[in-house]
């Protein structure tokens, strides 16, 4: 089974900030990494698929990138509705892992 | 509009038996793959397993092999994930979502339905 590995568990940073958030793969995963954010009591929210494919509707300070078995969720300037907890998740092969969450919380 | 509906709250004993449902309507039911995903309190999400309602063909991860059954009834868009012998640790919130097939993402959530399970 594939293990995903994010870091860190927690990020403290401030609006405006430039944060990146990275995921790795025990093995090579191509490019089949999402990205996910989830605030508190809500589902999830697809926010890029495919390593860097920006879903639609979802802002351009967002970015990914990666490939293989290192991954970057980039937050190109912090905004308030920003701050949750953001996953990724391998669906390159069964079963579809997911990290262990990065809690992206106001200094 | 794209709709998954899952069943309501439950609170259950340790060692009873449950069934929770998802219901699908605003999309083609059958194109679709149904995962799982239990997020226990104040922790994070894991992926339980998946079924693909053309031919009822399920995967599961190997922590919940044997712990939990998916099935599906594409008759009325509805998938099921059911225990037969709950524990306490199954307390957790349970989302239902949708994969467009192998290569896809999750890409659409439902609200979860929550599970309790205390003496």
């Known amino acids: 089974d594939i293990q995903m590995t994010q870091s860190p568990s927690t990020l403290s940073a401030s609006v405006g900030d430039r944060v990146t958030i990275t995921c790795r793969a025990s093995?090579?995963?191509?490019?089949?990494l999402a990205w996910y954010q989830q605030k508190p009591g809500k589902a999830p929210n697809l926010l890029i698929s495919?390593?860097?494919s920006l879903e639609t509707g979802v802002p351009s300070r967002f970015s990914g990138s990666g490939s293989g078995t290192e991954f970057t969720l980039t937050i190109s300037s912090l905004q308030p509705d920003d701050f949750a907890t953001y996953y990724c998740?391998?669906?390159?092969?069964?079963?579809?892992?997911f990290g262990q969450g990065t809690n992206l919380e106001i200094k | 509009e794209v709709q998954l509906v899952q069943s309501g709250a439950e609170v259950k004993k340790p060692g009873e038996s449950l069934r929770i449902s998802c219901k699908g309507s605003?999309?083609?039911?059958?194109?679709?793959?149904i995962t799982w995903v239990r997020q226990m309190p104040g922790k994070g999400l894991e992926w339980m397993g998946r079924?693909?309602?053309?031919?009822?063909?399920?995967n599961y991860s190997p922590s919940f092999q044997g712990h939990v059954t998916i099935s599906v009834d594409k008759s009325i868009s509805t998938a099921y994930l059911q225990w037969s012998s709950l524990k306490a640790s199954d307390t957790a919130r349970y989302y239902c979502?949708?994969?467009?097939?192998?290569?896809?993402?999750?890409?659409?959530w439902g609200q979860g339905t929550l599970v309790t399970v205390s003496s």
């Open positions: 979502a949708r994969i467009y097939g192998s290569g896809w993402p999750v890409d659409y």
């Open positions: 605003g999309f083609s039911f059958t194109n679709y793959w």
């Open positions: 079924i693909d309602p053309t031919d009822s063909n399920t």
């Open positions: 093995q090579t995963i191509s490019r089949w």
């Open positions: 495919e390593a860097s």
């Open positions: 998740q391998q669906y390159n092969s069964f079963p579809y892992s």
